[in-house]
């Protein structure tokens, strides 16, 4: 869970609203990320699915900027940034648990 802290905080940016409980490990953690995204993480033992079924996505004011950021503090990168045809430049890593995550800005 330190590790996921650490990714979605200090990496990603996102501002903790939420603790549970208040002292010790945290079981969950509320997040906010910008203005209106709002994501909780919880510590449990349970296994990622072998399919991914959505993708999570988090704008950045630049793509590669963002990304090159990721890969300065160890973060996997699985797709470089790219210009997409509908007019976004799209990047994917993972998170520390292997959650797969968009990275993307408008061009």
């Known amino acids: ?5 650490h990714f979605y905080g200090d990496l990603l940016g996102a501002r903790q609203t939420y603790r549970f409980p208040d002292d010790g490990p945290p079981a969950y953690v509320g997040l906010t990320l910008g203005t209106v995204s ?3 993480l919880a510590a449990t ?3 990622p699915p072998a399919r991914r079924h959505i993708d999570l996505c988090v704008y950045a004011d630049d793509c590669d900027a963002a990304v090159a950021h990721l890969r300065d503090h160890g973060v996997t990168i699985t797709e470089e940034p790219a ?5 976004e430049r799209t990047a994917r890593v993972t998170d520390p648990d292997g ?3 968009v990275i993307l800005s408008r061009l």
Not at 1 to 5: E, G, R, S
Not at 83 to 87: N, S
């Open 1 to 5: 869970m330190t590790d996921m802290i």
């Open 83 to 87: 210009d997409q045809p509908w007019g």
């Open 45 to 47: 033992e349970t296994p």
């Open 38 to 40: 709002e994501f909780g």
């Open 99 to 101: 959650n797969p995550l």
